[in-house]
């Protein structure tokens, strides 16, 4: 069974620009579909972004399009969510999942078997 642990979350200021890490311990991520969810207090969990197996097909919400960007490197069993220009909206703690035989890509939570702990992302000045 596949175990999901994310890095990169932390404080920003409004503009600035976040890394997430997605990394798989005790398998491998090679033939799941992945994703990151997003939950922030009081509002129900939101896909941001997805990714199928191959990295040839994604996924990205209306609300990040154009400032976050989705990829994996199946190599190192990760996926990563580029964040760029964050906004105050963007703060919530964002979750990693995937899913096995994963050739498209899949957009509700539960559809998704597998799930890291979350890591907090605050953008404030």
């Known amino acids: 069974q596949v175990q999901l642990v994310e890095s990169g979350g932390g404080l920003v200021q409004p503009g600035g620009s976040l890394r997430l890490s997605c990394a798989a311990s005790?398998?491998?991520?090679?033939?799941?579909?992945m994703a990151w969810f997003r939950q922030a207090p009081g509002k129900e969990r939101a896909i941001v972004a997805a990714?199928?197996?191959?990295?040839?097909?994604?996924y990205t919400a209306d609300s990040v399009k154009g400032r976050f960007v989705i990829s994996r490197d199946n190599a190192k069993n990760t996926v990563y969510l580029q964040m760029n220009s964050l906004k105050p909206e963007d703060t919530a703690v964002y979750y990693c999942?995937?899913?096995?035989?994963?050739?498209?890509?899949?957009?509700?939570?539960?559809?998704?078997?597998?799930w890291g702990q979350g890591t907090q992302v605050t953008v404030s000045s």
């Open positions: 999942a995937a899913v096995q035989g994963g050739f498209g890509v899949y957009f509700t939570s539960s559809e998704y078997h597998y």
């Open positions: 005790g398998g491998t991520l090679n033939g799941y579909a």
């Open positions: 990714i199928n197996w191959s990295g040839r097909s994604t």
